[in-house]
Nanobody, 114 residues
Framework: QVQLVESGGGLVQPGGSLRLSCAVS????????LGWYRQAPGKQRELVAA???????NYADSVKGRFTISRDNPKKMLYLQMNSLKPEDTAVYYC????????WGQGTQVTVSS
């Protein structure tokens, strides 16, 4: 059974940084496609960043140059380093894994506010 558990969210001031982590179990992690999504109140869930099993990445235009997605296959971990955070980055952030089907974590709240 595949499980994803996010951590690292919290309250941060504009311009600050956070690092999100996603621990994965029950998956052949090294061949899975992974991504971070977010959902703000009243808005649809949107892609933030994705990384393939080969390490190729892509980012939403709104986070390019500020966020970095990475993965550690032996540890079965996915990360999202978020720098220069803005109030509009406030959302619940979800980890997603695709391997035969789509799996989601429970989400972690990120709030950017002074």
């Amino acid at each position: 059974q595949v499980q994803l558990v996010e951590s690292g969210g919290g309250l941060v001031q504009p311009g600050g940084s956070l690092r999100l982590s996603c621990a994965v179990s029950g998956s052949i992690f090294s061949i899975a496609a992974l991504g971070w999504y977010r959902q703000a109140p009243g808005k649809q869930r949107e892609l933030v960043a994705a990384i393939t099993n080969a390490g190729s990445t892509n980012y939403a235009d709104s986070v390019k140059g500020r966020f970095t997605i990475s993965r550690d296959n032996p540890k079965k971990m996915l990360y999202l380093q978020m720098n220069s955070l803005k109030p509009e980055d406030t959302a619940v952030y979800y980890c997603r894994l695709v391997q035969s089907r789509v799996y989601w974590g429970q989400g972690t709240q990120v709030t950017v506010s002074s």
